[in-house]
């Protein structure tokens, strides 16, 4: 049985309509429904292939193509081709891409070989985004960040907008700080499969006059303080100012302050 081919109208159809006043309308869908085929478009420009220049692909190389980016029944000619007629502006600039790619000149990113000429994922192999201080803005980015790591975005969230662990919220709550929130993300980085080609891969940042930045350093390091404030599967890092590193310079304290209102919540000797 051959592999179904669809025109673009024929995917555009089989698209759920919703009604403008549908909350979800507007939001990311997290539809995990993919078709593994290369998508038809009529006026898609060809390109000839050269088999031959399979010569000039390493067995490691021929390996990973095969592994995670040819879709059933293509050759790696193919691939290259389906890459470059779906980004070509034109035949000959098709062909040209196309070239470069088979001969080695330059290669893809990871996004472009697997979903180019497909109608799965996207193009773009990073995003970056930021939570703000309300739980609904926290939800929001855990359901932006799905939606962009089930279509093969690498994600870096920033976290410096939220409040420490033990300020105030409301009349007499507290927070319970960033790092639950960090765990959920890291949690749900894991359970999406880019399109099945590979894993969630996701980066968090804080800057360094966060109050939990010393918790948040140790935050990958598996063994020593409560297991329940790990997240051993994200990237993090600092953002590092101007003004700290002068104070690492001078030995100088440093403030903690609180993203809220400025407010200091401790000191630290910069140099540690």
């Given at each position: 049985?051959?592999?179904?081919?669809?025109?673009?109208?024929?995917?555009?159809?089989r698209?759920?309509?919703?009604?403008?006043?549908?909350?979800?309308?507007?939001?990311?869908?997290?539809?995990?429904?993919?078709?593994?085929?290369?998508?038809?478009?009529?006026?898609?420009?060809?390109?000839?292939?050269?088999?031959?220049?399979?010569?000039?692909?390493?067995?490691?190389?021929?390996?990973?193509?095969?592994?995670?980016?040819?879709?059933?029944?293509?050759?790696?000619?193919?691939?290259?081709?389906?890459?470059?007629?779906?980004?070509?502006?034109?035949e000959?600039?098709?062909?040209?891409?196309?070239?470069?790619?088979?001969?080695?000149?330059?290669?893809?990113?990871?996004?472009v070989?697997?979903?180019?000429?497909?109608?799965?994922?996207?193009?773009i192999?990073?995003?970056?985004?930021?939570?703000?201080?309300?739980?609904?803005?926290?939800?929001?980015?855990?359901?932006?960040?799905?939606?962009?790591?089930?279509?093969?975005?690498?994600?870096g969230?920033?976290?410096?907008?939220?409040?420490?662990?033990?300020?105030?919220?409301?009349?007499?709550?507290?927070?319970?700080?960033?790092?639950?929130f960090?765990?959920?993300?890291?949690?749900?980085?894991?359970?999406?499969?880019q399109?099945?080609?590979?894993?969630?891969?996701?980066?968090?940042?804080?800057?360094?006059?966060?109050?939990?930045?010393?918790?948040?350093?140790?935050?990958?390091?598996?063994?020593?303080?409560?297991?329940n404030?790990?997240?051993?599967?994200?990237?993090?890092?600092?953002?590092?100012?101007?003004?700290?590193?002068?104070?690492?310079?001078?030995?100088?304290?440093?403030a903690?302050?609180?993203?809220?209102?400025?407010?200091?919540?401790?000191?630290?000797?910069?140099?540690?």
């Amino acid at each position: 049985m051959q592999d179904e081919v669809l025109t673009k109208e024929q995917l555009d159809a089989r698209q759920p309509r919703r009604a403008e006043g549908d909350p979800a309308h507007s939001e990311p869908q997290l539809d995990f429904d993919r078709h593994d085929q290369a998508v038809q478009f009529k006026a898609a420009p060809r390109v000839k292939t050269d088999p031959s220049r399979d010569a000039l692909l390493t067995a490691f190389g021929k390996a990973t193509l095969t592994d995670r980016y040819l879709m059933p029944g293509e050759s790696f000619q193919d691939l290259f081709a389906r890459v470059a007629s779906y980004y070509g502006d034109d035949e000959a600039h098709a062909q040209r891409l196309y070239d470069y790619i088979s001969k080695l000149w330059f290669m893809p990113a990871t996004p472009v070989l697997s979903n180019g000429g497909t109608d799965r994922g996207l193009p773009i192999s990073c995003f970056l985004n930021e939570a703000n201080d309300s739980l609904g803005d926290i939800v929001n980015l855990w359901n932006e960040n799905v939606w962009l790591a089930s279509r093969g975005g690498g994600i870096g969230s920033y976290w410096g907008n939220l409040r420490s662990i033990g300020e105030k919220v409301g009349e007499n709550g507290k927070t319970s700080g960033i790092v639950p929130f960090i765990r959920v993300m890291d949690s749900l980085t894991l359970a999406i499969s880019q399109g099945s080609l590979r894993r969630g891969s996701a980066a968090v940042y804080l800057p360094v006059d966060h109050p939990e930045v010393e918790e948040f350093v140790e935050i990958r390091r598996p063994t020593g303080g409560d297991p329940n404030r790990k997240a051993l599967n994200l990237h993090h890092g600092i953002l590092i100012s101007d003004a700290f590193m002068r104070a690492v310079e001078n030995d100088e304290e440093w403030a903690l302050r609180s993203p809220k209102d400025g407010s200091v919540q401790a000191t630290v000797q910069a140099r540690d």
